[in-house]
């Protein structure tokens, strides 16, 4: 989750990683800044799909097999998915068409024909959101594993550490972001001056 939400651009900008679980049944966590906007372009949600899909894919390369622990991020691929193609009208094949009608409550307001075509068009974006995905981590699985490494030593990194790590975001840095980091290096700089002048007493 952690790389892929940092190199792509309609990924959410990450602020903290762990590998100390929230809850019983979780894995540790990723701590993205909430998105500002209430609008998403196709490509955002593509990007979304990529970031959801990061921890399952990231499994196969590093260890070869799967777990149960991506339930839930593959829950939530199907809906954005499905909402691309059914809900949103982003699907070449498909249509400016909102097939799913929240009034409609018995029934579906199309034939098995069409349900086939949405759930073919759903799976061809899983499945090339699973391409791209790949192809990110693992030209960049050096990272991947440096910070591995350091979540083994310290559990927990910080958004400076993390930039350590994977660099800086190579896309622009705006709104509520760029407030948060600016913010981060001031407190950063009087915490220094704080110490710098501690020891100087």
């Not at 762990?18 to 209430?38: D, H, K, M």
């Not at 759903?122 to 960049?140: F, G, P, Q, W, Y």
């Not at 350091?150 to 993390?162: Q, V």
């Amino acid at each position: 989750h952690a790389l892929v939400g940092w190199m792509l651009e309609g990924g959410n900008p990450l602020l903290k990683v762990s590998i100390v679980p929230r809850a019983n049944g979780a894995l540790g966590f990723a701590q993205f800044l909430p998105s500002e906007t209430s609008l998403y372009t196709r490509e955002q949600l593509f990007d979304m799909i990529c970031c959801t899909l990061g921890g399952r894919v990231a499994e196969e390369i590093f260890f070869g097999k799967i777990t149960t622990g991506a339930a839930d991020d593959l829950q939530k691929v199907a809906k954005i998915a499905r909402g691309i193609v059914s809900t949103y009208g982003m699907s070449n094949n498909m249509g400016y068409i909102g097939y799913d009608d929240p009034q409609q409550e018995y029934g579906r307001p199309y034939s098995e024909q069409t349900l086939r075509e949405i759930d073919d068009e759903v799976r061809k974006i899983v499945e090339e959101a699973s391409v791209r995905t790949r192809e990110l981590i693992l030209e960049h699985k050096d990272k991947v594993e440096k910070m591995g490494l350091e979540l083994l030593d310290k559990e927990t990194l910080n958004l400076k550490e993390i930039q350590k790590i994977f660099g800086e975001r190579p896309h622009p840095i705006e709104g509520n972001f760029k407030n948060y980091l600016e913010q981060a290096k001031e407190d950063e700089e009087h915490q220094l001056a704080k110490e710098k002048k501690l020891k100087e007493q």
